[in-house]
């Protein structure tokens, strides 16, 4: 929506809703294009723009006719919403570096309305850039808002995927994966770069050359294919500095098949053209398969390549010594997936570049820093030998080589205990020999970072304990965070306003500490007031689209408690889902005067379940089987509504986050690396209702345990639960000493006896949570999550107290803005300053 304020929230590029990158590069300053020694030129070139570009509604509109016409070759007589959109963003994408962009939404509002468009309807063509899975990706683009917003060098790289994420749909309560194909209708923010082409090389052999007295290796790949850039432009807010998310798509190696042609081949000629296109085809869903393990891999390294190619030709174009690489470059790698850049730079560095592996090696050490996203160790990619050493013989050469001078530096260091140095090697040897990509993005990289305080400690005392050993000063602690631009100040208009309003600035869109402020209106009356109106009216939206995708109509009076990400047993949507049986158990039992002091709840859940993940899909199906039951018992009416909302995605994030009261986090202590959910909803003023894991940890430091409603097992009590059912470590508060309680038993027989339908369906997710098998401890943690309910039931009830609450969570999350985050990964990861556009 359009804010009255002049802030430009149209013109927050499409893909930023998803996310992409991979790997940021952070560019050193001195080496940005447009500045540095390009100074001057850069100014004289803003200033011509300030003078040429017009703003004003009149000449909007002449542009987006003159677009209408010669762009998608319309009538300026009949063009529809959509392509409104495309216009006004091609009309304005190339213009990104203007300032006045962040303050032209009125006059585009008023252009289009003059055209007999509707503003807001516009906007909402805009389709979501699924390119991601979700956390990590989600995670990235709100990096790089922030680095463009605090005027960071850097550029973001990814895969242009044809087919990203899929399209949820439910039909008969089971979901169903459809293709979206994002592209479809274009993109117009992103701008094509023909010209900006490299070769990838696949296959083929390492042969051993003579050069000047010296035995050399080279890579003769037998397959090439051609990256193509397509950019998207990020504009900062408040600022010139727009950066970059180049994505790579690939095309067939415009060099002829001269070989395939000469043998009559030329049918598989043209196969093995369109072969090539299907590696920047599809984004696999399934973080956990293995399946298509080899276009995976494929895609990995032609990312890789493209990438590098790039980063390379820029740095040569000014620089001839490789010494100052370190200084102009420092390259991040988001989890593992893009780490065999190591092996790339010393391969382009050894055999382009003939340089001593030695000095290479130096140099690689100093450009590269990991963060790992996850907590389970089995998760840590490992890429079987023979694989890669028939995709990429080279690469494979350079793997064993690093691997043996670590092996020879790590011998000096601990001695020959052979059990830690294979279990710290490179190369695990098994019954599938493989790269661990883990290992060698920790013996590259200068940081290895955790994503909260709680993922840290597991990093140092768990899963990457021996490197902690050898490297202490590698592992730093860098708490995720997401950016209020987006977060507030587009998804909830209202708030920002209200926000703004009572801090009597705007500067907390910039500067998120400000939001702490807030606090010191948590007591006012005529706050709290206006603080309910926006809640409501936000729970309006929400109602309103709830009604619209379910036919569920649900009471603004209620809760509306939320639970929204990806369908994992981790997260324990299943916990939910028993707890709103146990709920509707006891509205059954109850007298009408007990009813009558009931809270109304209305529970939503939303999210996507990989498609080849059972047990997830099944918790779908059972979470519409409840909601059958439960949403037509004239019994209940609005005291319990339950509704999934299908394919869950930013754009829905946007519409439910803002409307909801309580919002669910209930992954079993341990498991969840950081979680950046809880920050959103803590953002909008909705109450956690939470177990002590990832980032929600540092939450309640920030706002206090009171200001939450908090249960479960903690981390260091969930070893012990799993072996023996009950903690030995301090009882746990508020649980009952029963191994599992009589409340969850009755739930689970409902399941199991069919009470919602499906008996045989449901019986293996039965069994994954019976005592005996309950990995992430449902049965345990159940009475405690029951209770934590009852105080949220509890504190609905009194509006005061749960305003002031949402207040203090509100002014709490300064703590947890993605500008932080990226603050410290500059000053302690990258070693960067900003660099501020001239205005
Ligand atoms: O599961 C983590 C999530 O906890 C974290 O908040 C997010 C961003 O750091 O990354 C997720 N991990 C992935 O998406 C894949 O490792």
């Not at 146990?582 to 059954?588: A, E, G, I, S, W």
């Not at 394919?647 to 079993?668: C, F, K, M, R, W």
């Not at 345990?705 to 009590?717: C, H, I, Q, S, T």
Request: proline residues 3%.
């Amino acid at each position: 929506g359009s804010g009255s304020n002049g802030v430009g929230v149209g013109m927050v590029p499409a893909v930023s809703r998803s996310a992409v990158s991979r790997g940021v590069v952070v560019r050193r300053p001195g080496f940005v294009e447009g500045l540095g020694e390009h100074r001057a030129k850069a100014e004289r070139m803003f200033s011509l723009m300030d003078g040429f570009l017009k703003n004003d509604p009149i000449s909007l509109q002449k542009d987006i006719l003159h677009h209408v016409e010669y762009t998608v070759a319309r009538s300026r007589f009949s063009f529809d919403d959509f392509e409104a959109y495309q216009e006004v963003v091609i009309g304005r994408v190339s213009w990104l570096r203007d300032r006045d962009v962040w303050h032209i939404v009125d006059q585009c509002a008023e252009a289009l309305n003059q055209l007999g468009f509707e503003f807001e309807v516009v906007a909402e063509q805009e389709g979501d850039a699924a390119l991601g899975n979700g956390g990590l990706a989600r995670f990235s683009a709100c990096q790089m808002d922030s680095l463009a917003t605090l005027d960071y060098p850097a550029w973001g790289y990814g895969l242009r995927y044809e087919y990203g994420l899929f399209r949820q749909i439910i039909v008969d309560g089971f979901q169903h994966e459809q293709p979206d194909y994002w592209l479809n209708f274009g993109n117009p923010w992103e701008i094509a770069r023909i010209h900006v082409t490299y070769e990838v090389k696949f296959y083929g052999t390492v042969e051993e050359v003579e050069m000047n007295g010296d035995k050399q290796k080279i890579w003769i790949p037998g397959e090439t294919v051609e990256a193509v850039a397509y950019d998207n432009p990020i504009p900062g807010y408040g600022t010139r500095n727009t950066i970059n998310l180049r994505l790579w798509a690939a095309k067939p190696s415009s060099k002829f098949d001269l070989e395939a042609y000469n043998t009559g081949d030329y049918i598989n000629s043209v196969v093995n053209r369109q072969r090539a296109e299907t590696i920047s085809n599809v984004l696999y869903p399934d973080d956990r398969s293995h399946q298509g393990k080899e276009l995976r891999l494929k895609q990995q390294y032609f990312f890789v390549s493209a990438s590098l190619q790039d980063i390379m030709r820029r740095f040569k174009e000014e620089h001839t010594n490789f010494d100052e690489l370190p200084e102009k470059v420092a390259l991040h790698l988001n989890d593992t997936h893009p780490s065999l850049s190591i092996a790339e730079v010393m391969r382009m560095l050894v055999d382009e570049e003939h340089l001593s592996w030695k000095k290479a090696w130096d140099i690689v050490c100093k450009i590269f820093s990991i963060t790992t996203h996850t907590m389970v160790a089995e998760g840590l990619e490992k890429i079987p030998v023979d694989l890669l050493g028939s995709l990429l013989p080279r690469h494979l050469e350079i793997l064993y080589e690093i691997n043996h001078h670590f092996m020879e530096e790590l011998k000096e260091r601990i001695g020959l205990d052979y059990s830690r140095l294979s279990q710290m090697s490179i190369v695990e040897e098994g019954a599938v020999k493989s790269i661990r990509m883990a290992n060698l993005s920790i013996v590259c990289s200068h940081t290895v970072n955790g994503v909260s305080k709680l993922h840290l400690e597991t990093l140092k005392t768990k899963t990457f304990k021996d490197f902690y050993g050898l490297w202490p000063e590698k592992f730093q602690c860098k708490t995720n965070g997401v950016t209020q631009r987006r977060w507030i100040v587009v998804s909830n208009p209202s708030l920002r306003d209200l926000i703004s309003k009572w801090l009597g600035t705007e500067a907390w869109i910039r500067d998120a500490d400000i939001l702490s402020g807030l606090r010191d209106h948590v007591d006012n009356a005529d706050f709290h007031l206006e603080w309910k109106m926006v809640k409501k009216v936000n729970k309006m939206r929400l109602a309103e689209y709830i009604e619209a995708m379910s036919g569920v109509k649900v009471s603004l009076d209620a809760m509306f408690d939320v639970q929204v990400k990806r369908i994992h047993e981790y997260k324990r949507q299943l916990l939910n889902i028993f707890g709103i049986i146990h709920r509707y158990n006891c509205l059954k039992n109850m007298d009408k005067d007990s009813r009558r002091k009931v809270v109304p709840r209305v529970c939503i859940i939303g999210g996507k379940a990989a498609p080849g993940y059972e047990m997830a899909k099944k918790i779908i199906k059972l979470c519409h089987a409840v909601a059958e039951k439960i949403n037509n018992d004239t019994d209940i009416g609005d005291l319990l509504k339950l509704v999934f909302i299908p394919d869950y995605n930013v754009s829905v994030a946007e519409l439910v986050i803002p409307g909801a009261d309580l919002s669910q986090h209930l992954s079993t202590a341990g498991n969840e690396a950081s979680g950046t959910g809880n920050m959103k909803f803590l953002m909008n003023g909705c109450l956690l209702l939470a177990t002590e894991d990832g980032s929600t940890v540092e939450i309640v430091e920030e706002i206090g345990a009171d200001n939450l409603f908090l249960f479960g097992a903690k981390v260091d009590e969930v070893a012990e639960l799993r072996e023996n059912g009950v903690s030995n470590l301090a009882p746990l508060q508020n649980a009952s000493p029963l191994k599992v309680p009589l409340q969850f038993s009755r739930v689970l027989r409902m399941v199991r006896d069919g009470y919602f339908g499906h008996k045989d369906y449901f019986k293996s997710l039965c069994d994954s949570v019976e005592a005996a098998n309950d990995y992430y401890l449902l049965g345990t943690d159940f009475m405690s999550y029951l209770e934590a309910q009852a105080a949220a039931d509890k504190t609905f009830v009194n509006q005061e107290k749960w305003t002031r609450m949402s207040i203090l969570s509100v002014a709490g999350s300064w703590r947890f803005s993605s500008d932080r985050t990226i603050q410290d990964y500059a000053e302690s990861t990258w070693k960067i300053n900003p660099c501020r556009c001239p205005l």
